[in-house]
């Protein structure tokens, strides 16, 4: 899977909108964009993927750039429980790869601020 | 639904010491993954298994580390003589293909202590 670079930690406000940014330049054509979030003491959980267009679910938003260097996780409004590891990760098609494991990096800590 | 489950939530145990740990899938979910996550550190993958396919076992860091699944269900990762920096969060997930895509359901994990 290709790499991905995200900043270490972030902060927001609670109530605040928050963008999180990952750059993933090497991305290839067949490769979708996975968020997975990582919450104090828990297991992961998934919060959003896309393609190509921009994608909308009842977590988060997920906003690629027209040249799929990178992607953007976008929470309208922080709570105190978004607090966690945010994890940005490529993983080519089941069409053309079968069934991978998931390769986190470091990811990005999020703060909330009450 | 009933997610993931795994047991024990916590297990310590005395170095050399074997140890067993379980992972309950999403029923339905053909595919199963163990991960470790040691204290402050990201998830390494250790192996996985799908359908009836032989597992990967690429990620088992020695062969001290095994695991077995039982058809489409319950699946068990082994230590043998367990040492100290065997200590981390064991993670598993289950997933189903749809259109291409796999999304992983993780458990709560099992945190290992090892003496």
């Known amino acids: ?114 | 639904g009933a997610g993931v489950s795994q047991s024990p939530s916590n297990k310590v145990t005395e170095k050399g010491k074997d140890v067993e740990l379980r992972c309950d899938p999403i029923s339905g979910h053909t595919a199963l993954y163990w991960y470790r996550q040691r204290l402050g550190q990201g998830l390494e993958f250790l192996i996985y298994f799908q359908g009836n396919s032989a597992p990967d076992k690429s990620g088992l860091p020695s062969d001290r580390f095994s695991a077995e699944r039982t058809g489409e269900s319950v699946s068990t990762l082994t230590i043998q003589r367990t040492q100290q920096e065997d200590s981390a969060v064991y993670l598993c997930a289950s997933s189903f293909q749809a259109g291409g895509i796999d999304t992983q359901y993780f458990g709560p994990g099992t945190r290992l202590t090892v003496l």
């Open chain 1, 1 to 114: 899977d290709a790499k991905t670079t995200q900043p270490n930690s972030m902060e927001s406000n609670e109530e605040e909108p928050v963008h999180l940014p990952c750059n993933h330049s090497t991305i290839s054509g067949t490769d979708y964009i996975h968020w997975y979030r990582q919450l104090p003491s828990q297991g992961p959980e998934y919060v959003i993927h896309g393609l190509t267009s921009n994608v909308n679910n009842r977590m988060a938003s997920l906003a690629i750039a027209e040249d799929r260097k990178s992607s953007t996780l976008i929470l309208h409004r922080a709570t105190l429980r978004d607090a966690a590891v945010y994890y940005c990760i490529l993983r080519e098609t089941l069409r053309n790869s079968g069934n991978t494991p998931l390769v986190f990096g470091k990811g990005t800590r999020l703060s909330v601020i009450a």
